[in-house]
């Protein structure tokens, strides 16, 4: 009998995140910098908004970083996680490749987000702060956010984008559930918030904006701390757990892969997926491509510039180098919100330009379409964002039955899509577009681009 799924036990939880800073050729990232000085910045102007242990985590170029006992029990409620066989997509699919996902739906919240929504909730308690505040896109990062402040007796406010707060209103059911509170941005509780709506009433938001107005808030109350669902490094090595199991799984399952993908936003679940398996290619281990897949509304990788830039819209935060859109570019209102963000990780970023990713973007519906086929085969109905992986290894896996060619597929299934059924009825409905970025926009968001290339 063919094994399907591949297990680890509690006891095999990673002990260490993995911080590909330590691999990467050509010396370490690049610094945020000081938006006023343009100087890196300081560990008391990172304080204002981070405790002293992510202060170390982002700035660290140590390969393993050790995981907190109490972090590591809460995460053995949901990890490992299992890898799958698709052994059924690839029979529809008559392939001779081989396709497997690593499914993070079964966490609490129903994605990956909560492997650091609670180690920034637990260093933010350790630091004294009694309550949390954040944006969100879909609410996927937003819902892990209120689940780690429940698990720490701390409140949440969560700042999330008009549109998907509009389109998902059970995710912001669950953030209420957990006893936070969810505001739709732009909103009139900020003066960033106030500022948008009253140049355009109808602003569907974006998560830059959302950032602003959840920095705003954070920087007129100590009491709050600011914690964010990507692009951070040290919000990419939380996720790394994903990939450390996934090494581990794919040993059990006596094969490597060939390629690995994942959905790309700001990086997070790319960056845990396939950060282990490229560090270890960087260390002399064996060759594997990896794929970063974006949506055609927000092409941050394959149509953005290499800048330093804002992470939110009002340019309340620090700089950083990273391939960005603009921080002013407010992407049409597709269904995978936690994919629309104008910037990704600088590390994510950095493994792009230096060709050890590669980058593709895709529409919405060509997506939707893989996500019915995936449910129809294989039972689970992924999230939006996660069908953009899901979209490429199908195509990949085509690729191989057209050549003739057996190749080891892994892609990240990062979240179910239980929340997210007005997608797919809009899909079914035959009403749902691609909304594809346009080139004028495009421009006119790369003209507020405040600063270019390593400067």
């Excluded at 944006?135 to 998907?164: C, D, H, N, P, R």
């Excluded at 040993?251 to 560090?279: K, T």
């Excluded at 002013?328 to 597709?334: A, C, M, N, Q």
């Excluded at 239980?418 to 009825?425: G, N, P, R, T």
Aim: proline share 7%; aromatic share 6%.
């Amino acid at each position: 009998m063919r094994r399907t799924k591949f297990l680890l036990g509690e006891e095999d939880t990673p002990t260490h995140w993995y911080n590909l800073a330590a691999d990467l050729p050509g010396g370490p990232l690049h610094a945020a910098l000081n938006p006023a000085t343009r100087e890196p910045l300081t560990r008391a102007e990172m304080a204002a908004t981070m405790p002293e242990p992510l202060i170390d985590q982002e700035l660290s170029t140590a390969r393993e970083i050790e995981i907190p006992e109490e972090v590591r029990r809460i995460y053995t409620m949901w990890r490992p996680s299992p890898l799958v066989r698709a052994h059924r997509l690839e029979r529809a699919l008559d392939t001779p490749a081989r396709i497997y996902y690593k499914y993070e739906g079964g966490a609490p919240t129903g994605s990956h987000k909560p492997n650091t929504g609670v180690p920034q909730a637990y260093y933010n308690k350790l630091a004294g702060r009694t309550g949390l505040v954040t944006e969100t896109g879909a609410g996927q990062w937003g819902s892990a956010a209120a689940l780690g402040a429940a698990f720490f007796g701390m409140t949440a406010t969560v700042f999330m984008v008009k549109v998907s707060h509009q389109q998902k209103p059970y995710r912001r059911a669950l953030m209420e559930t957990y006893g936070s509170e969810c505001v739709a941005s732009p909103s009139t509780r900020t003066a960033v918030g106030r500022k948008i709506l009253a140049d355009d009433p109808d602003s569907p938001g974006s998560l830059g904006i959302a950032t602003s107005e959840a920095l705003e808030t954070a920087a007129g109350d100590p009491s709050l701390g600011y914690v964010l669902g990507s692009a951070a490094n040290h919000v990419l090595l939380h996720q790394t757990v994903i990939g450390q199991e996934a090494v581990r799984q794919m040993e059990l399952a006596e094969d490597h892969p060939d390629i690995v993908i994942g959905c790309a936003g700001g990086g997070s679940n790319l960056a845990g997926l396939a950060f282990p398996f490229l560090g270890a290619r960087l260390r002399g281990g064996r060759p594997v491509r990896i794929i970063a897949v974006e949506p055609a509304a927000c092409p941050t990788l394959t149509r953005g510039t290499i800048a330093y830039d804002y992470a939110d819209s009002a340019g309340l935060g620090p700089l950083f180098r990273m391939h960005t859109l603009g921080h002013g570019f407010v992407p049409p209102p597709v269904h995978a919100g936690g994919l629309r963000a104008h910037g990704i990780g600088p590390a994510v970023s950095r493994a792009v330009e230096d060709g050890l990713i590669e980058a593709t973007a895709v529409g919405q519906v060509a997506c939707l379409e893989a996500g019915v086929r995936f449910a129809r085969t294989e039972g689970i109905l992924p999230a939006p964002e996660s069908t953009h992986a899901l979209r490429v290894a199908i195509d990949e896996a085509l690729r191989c039955r057209a050549e003739g060619r057996s190749r080891a597929i892994l892609f990240g299934l990062s979240g179910h899509g239980h929340f997210d059924l007005a997608a797919y009825q809009k899909y079914a409905a035959g009403e749902l577009t691609d909304g594809e970025a346009d080139s004028h926009g495009l421009a006119l968001a790369a003209a507020g681009i405040p600063g270019a290339g390593g400067a």
